[in-house]
């Protein structure tokens, strides 16, 4: 009952940065979680940064510092600032939604590609 859509990804160089975005539309709850997740070819899918609707923010050990995850409530979007941009960060980035009421399941966009590359 919710949908996302990203957007943002795309090929930069190593040290560059890149902007994501993710719409969330549908049954969208205040009382949420969004973020961002990403997998490599041959990796577990792991998370990125996710923020609560109380603003409590979690970033992986490995991005902490360069990647800065923010929401805008109204719009029901959120977004992922990266900065300093290195290969390993190549991956296809997700985004997530998951809400509290019953029932409620993971949510997942279906990726945008961020590759580092020269």
């Known amino acids: 009952q919710v949908q996302l859509v990203e957007s943002g990804g795309g090929l930069v160089q190593p040290g560059g940065s890149l902007r994501l975005s993710c719409a969330a539309s549908?049954?969208?709850?205040?009382?949420?979680?969004m973020g961002w997740y990403r997998q490599a070819p041959g990796k577990q899918r792991e998370l990125v940064a996710a923020?609560?609707?109380?603003?409590?923010?979690n970033y992986a050990d490995s991005v902490k510092g360069r990647f800065t995850i923010s929401r805008d409530s109204a719009k029901n979007t959120v977004s992922l600032q990266i900065n300093n941009l290195k290969p390993e960060d190549t991956s296809v980035y997700y985004c997530y939604y998951r809400d509290w009421m019953p029932g409620s399941r993971d949510h997942w966009g279906q990726g945008t590609q961020v590759t580092v590359s020269t």
């Open positions: 549908g049954s969208v709850f205040a009382d949420k979680t």
């Open positions: 923020i609560t609707s109380g603003g409590t923010t």
